[in-house]
């Protein structure tokens, strides 16, 4: 009777709960109609009279014309650099180098609004994540080797360490700010002067953080910004710099190892990877599923180190498999100024192509697809977040580099099969272990060829950590101390 | 209603067999994931429409030593009509009192369609013979309740003794028929996500209508965590059975705010199927106030004076 009566009052279930739109407000950025090189501590016009249009991938819409700078630019920027660093930089007090790090840190924090709003606005990654992961670790970063920059003879022990001189820094467009930070922060901390190349396509977090440089009054010329495409990294490699570090495509990568053979300039690569997330079926299942989540969709899965290949353990494969689609249906791709978007827009035009391009391949060669309902802006360069089953080690998904929201899953049965499958990839940049057992951590973690090995969680980055490659995926560590030694080199101390 | 499983009672090891895989919960990713949810910037008439829900969700409490019938009437005929400036403001769902004051507030009520639900079970603590549990639960069913509030037996469960826990449960359902049945876990004395979970399983395979976090006794209680926690138990059960087991945060939920964040999570945990008052409660004394200033504030663009609201 009473549960008749209770059906009877039954409340119906709505229908729908739309989020009301919630975009971050534009007006904090202001953009210059045309930018200049930044070198010598002033934006200048390049002598190659050449500029190209940065845009909006989410809207298609320009934003700014940036110099495309020439060979005879990036040597005016390296001589400026090499100008800073003979008068006065490499003999600063390294507790003056420590003080501009620091500053340069805390207005990074002060402007972050700004910053991430522009770093959305430029890149399409969600401002959820230019908010509350790229702008804190930029900061986090300064603040870091700020820290070191007078306690160098400390981390390096009878080693003496000496500045370089000039670093040649050439970025990727998945982390602009980001990646600068990795970049300049331990270079200046070590003592050396800079010329940085952002991103063709995401240039301008880094001539706004020239603005972050001034307010700093960091001396001129200390650091030397210069924008343009590939041909501009190129002429930065050929040119008079004693360092190169380069962070990119391992087939880039490549093309510069070779250039820089039998020069005597020092090089650190940071490349692609093919990551392993393994799942194991003792693993806490729904924090899992967030962490794949996270390992492949984050930041649109344009994440060198992004978990873009499953292995899930064949016992927990179907429930594993049923949550992940389920989760996916609640992903919300679209704006990436709306602060409620998980998924932004592809960065370019070209990158979706080669996204399509591998995705009809895995259709091709058999896979499984799935990709939830979604319904993607009409502009800008979008792409579905997929999952594709009934993958084989064989196929180009399992091997090639996405760099997209696209996840390949793989199944094994034991933990050496999962081993012998993670490492089998010319990469080896990064790895995921989810299981609740410590032991199996400590023994996977021995045997997995990565540079970074994460447990229970995934992409989880700090300046204290250091992050490089095994394999193609590079060579040399940024972060912690570690990363200082690349930029530095040492005379041995006898008797010390 | 749902059955508890035809399982044979004082069986002390059963859990795994006879529940949906217990599995594990990893503390620091299921509070990222909470807090992640809680960013959801919920805005304009999305916002009012998570606030109307909450009023129509909620329980309103009071459960004091010092509750008489005067405060109850005055509680009960607030559950009725949230808002008296405002028609438009729906009921709540039910009052949640001490068996002494059930026929009180049954009659303030009257036939409004707000229910009346009582704790039982020595509440809050637990900790007395099954068998006066069981008399005390029948009685207040019999005092007309429409829901009852039982607590577990946190001795028992933390003790490892986890086939005595449920089997309390078991013959507490049995005792109270076809009432509505919501289980307290009392999460803050649990300890950790990993008994939360199990103490979620426990409670719904004994035959628990809701799983509810806490008796609002305790300092720490309904937080987002733990409700994803007790969420993603309910979902695991559902995706194996098909069952449909309803959740009721209780204790900490003091403002609109917390309340849209909660909604949030139970939006993109169990999806719209969970969004009605039939499978989601708030325990709440004074979220009430709180969520119809935000409403007027919604509606008319202006915050207004906690003299303009009515207290009970």
Redesign the interface.
Known sequence: MAELEQRGERTPAPTAWEYASAPESREIVKLEERYGLFVGGEFIAPRSDEYYTTINPATEEPLAELPQAGPEDVAFAVEAARDAFANGWSAAAPAERAKYLYRIARILQERSREFAVLESLNGGKPIRESRDVDLPLAAAHFFYYAGWADKLEYAFPHRRPQPLGVAGQIIPWNFPLLMLAWKIAPALAAGNTVVLKPAETTPLTALLFCDVLRQAELPPGVVNIVTGDGATGAALVKSDVDKIAFTGSTEVGKAIQRELAGTGKKLTLELGGKAANIIFDDCALDQAVEGIVNGIYFNQGHVCCAGSRLLVQESIYEPLIEKLKRRLKTLRVGDPLDKNTDLGAINSRQQLEKIEELVAAGKEEGAEIYQPPCRLPEKGYWFVPTVFTNVAQSYRIAQEEIFGPVLSVLTFRTPDEAVEKANNTPYGLSAGVWTEKGSRILWMAQRLEAGVIWANTYNRFDPASPFGGYKESGFGREGGRHGLEPYLEFAEVSGG | ?AQAPALPTGFELPLEPRLP?I????Q???E??ATDLS?????????L??LD?AV?MMDLTTLEGADTPGKVAALASKAVRPDPADASVPSVAAVCVYPNLVQTAKERVADS?VKVASVATAFPSGQSPTDLKVAEARRVVELGA?EVDMVIDRGAFLAGRYAKVYDEIVQIKEAV????LKVILEVGELGTYDNVRRASLLAIAAGADFIKTSTGKLSSSATLPVTLVML?AIRDVY?ETGRRVGMKPAGGIRNAKQAVQTLVIV??TLG????????FRFGASSLLNDVLMQIRKEKTGRYQSPDYFTLD
């Open positions: 209603m895989r599995g594990s919960v990893d620091v990713a299921v990222a994931r960013r959801r910037s919920i805005k304009r008439e999305a916002k429409f998570a829900l129509r369609g429409d028929g076809d009432t509505h993603e995706e939006h993109e719209l199927d969970w969004l009605t008052p039939d499978l």
